[in-house]
Structures are given as C-alpha cells and as structure tokens.
C-alpha cells in the first residue's frame, strides 16, 4: 500500500524558517516525481513544487519561488520542503502527492497524497 | 495565463440524483483535465485523468467528458459517499499547475 507521511509543520512567526519532510512507503520512491501541494483552511488547492526522480530539476509557483526549496533522497524515501522568509499566506495544510506517471515524463497529476501536515505562520 | 471555473459552486442533491459538475477552461487545454474529490479532514483523491480517464479504483457511475474548454463530471446516480468537494486541475506549458476554485456536492 503506497503511504505518504508529511511531518513539521508548526506555528511559526512570520519571516521564519522551516523544513517540512514526506516519508514515502509501499512504492520505489526514485521511480516517481513527486509534488508539494498547500490548502489553507477551508480553502482550494494550490500547487507549490515538482521534483523529478533524480531529484535534478524542479519547478515552482510564483508565489513562492525565490523563498522556497524542495529536495529528496531517495536512499531514504523522503521528500522535503524548506521554507524561508515564511509569510501569513503561506499557512496551509501541506501534502506531498505523487505523480501518476512512472520513471518519469511527469503528468503533472497527483495519485497518491499525504493527510498534510499545517504549517502556521503568526506572531 | 489560464483559470479554471468551476460550477455551481455549490449543488444540493439527494442520493441517487444524477450530478454534473462543469470546469471551464479560459483557453484551449485539449484534454490536459484531472478531477478529484475531497472529504472534509481528508485529503484529496484522484477520480480522472486527460478528462475521461478513470483513476484506479473508480466506480463506473463517476465519468468524465469533454475537450478544449469546456469539461463535465458526471455522476450517474449519487451515493452518500459522493456527496464532498470535487476540484478540477490542468497542468499549464511553464511548467504549472492550476486548480478550479471547487465545486461543492452537498445532500439536499
């Protein structure tokens, strides 16, 4: 059974730092590009990152590009997301999703997701 | 750069009531169109993919139609577990991604 496990989030004030981390399970994790995805409470989806398998390449959203990294190891079946210069808007649950498409050729759609892990971002 | 509407916003049905749900796209996305279904406390799950594709484990009364602009989700006939918040979303050329705003099923 493919398991996604985000950890991390916490309240944080805003202009800090944070690393969110997704351990993956029941699938070869170098196989697949994986996804962060946010929700704030209560509202839609947004989009945040893409990694490719090797962990070579990856794209951002705008709003968050410049302030935001993500990363893998796939020796350790783990996503991350390190988050600086953290803002209000950046609170939101935080999923990591994996893409459908296998050994790559990313089809920019989500199969597997996380339950999300909410980031809080206050003073 | 393109949006997803969706409507309604909100549909109110009773089980077994046919539901269609409409995202349209503001330019030609071919048929680069996902859908997926939300619970409340729970995260999203993938229904379709490239507009009629059905993700593993669907049930056959979920389907999807259309093409260019305009896309539908249909749900023959509705069950107590259909009734959550359903988003579309397309990938765009930058590479990104986008979300419609949801549409939410409730009971009526």
């Known amino acids: 059974e493919v398991q996604l496990v985000e950890s991390g989030g916490v309240v944080i004030q805003p202009g800090g730092s944070l690393r969110l981390s997704c351990e993956a399970s029941g699938f070869t994790f170098g196989d697949y590009a994986m996804h962060w995805v946010r929700q704030p409470p209560g509202k839609g989806l947004e989009w945040v990152s893409l990694?490719?398998?090797?962990?070579?390449?990856?794209y951002y959203a705008d709003s968050i590009k410049g302030r935001f990294t993500v990363s893998r190891d796939n020796t350790k079946s783990s996503l991350y997301l390190q988050m600086n210069s953290l803002r209000p808007e950046d609170t939101a649950f935080y999923y990591c999703?994996?893409?459908?498409?296998?050994?790559?050729?990313?089809?920019?759609?989500?199969?597997?997701w996380g339950q999300g892990t909410l980031v809080t971002v206050s003073s | 750069e393109i949006v997803l509407t969706q409507s309604p916003d909100i549909l109110s049905l009773s089980p077994g009531e046919r539901a269609t749900l409409s995202c349209r796209a503001s330019?030609?996305?071919?048929?680069?169109l996902a859908w997926y279904q939300q619970k409340p406390g729970q995260s999203p799950r993938l229904l379709i993919t490239d507009a009629s594709n059905r993700a593993t484990g669907i049930p056959a009364r979920i389907s999807g139609v259309g093409s260019g602009t305009d896309f539908a989700l249909t749900i023959s006939s509705l069950e107590p577990e259909d009734f959550a918040v359903y988003y579309c979303?397309?990938?765009?050329?930058?590479?990104?991604?986008?979300f419609g705003q949801g549409t939410r099923l409730e009971i009526k």
């Open positions: 979303q397309h990938r765009t050329s930058r590479p990104s991604v986008i």
């Open positions: 999703a994996r893409d459908v498409n296998k050994y790559g050729g990313h089809s920019y759609y989500f199969d597997s």
């Open positions: 990694i490719n398998l090797r962990g070579t390449n990856a």
């Open positions: 330019q030609n996305i071919r048929t680069y």
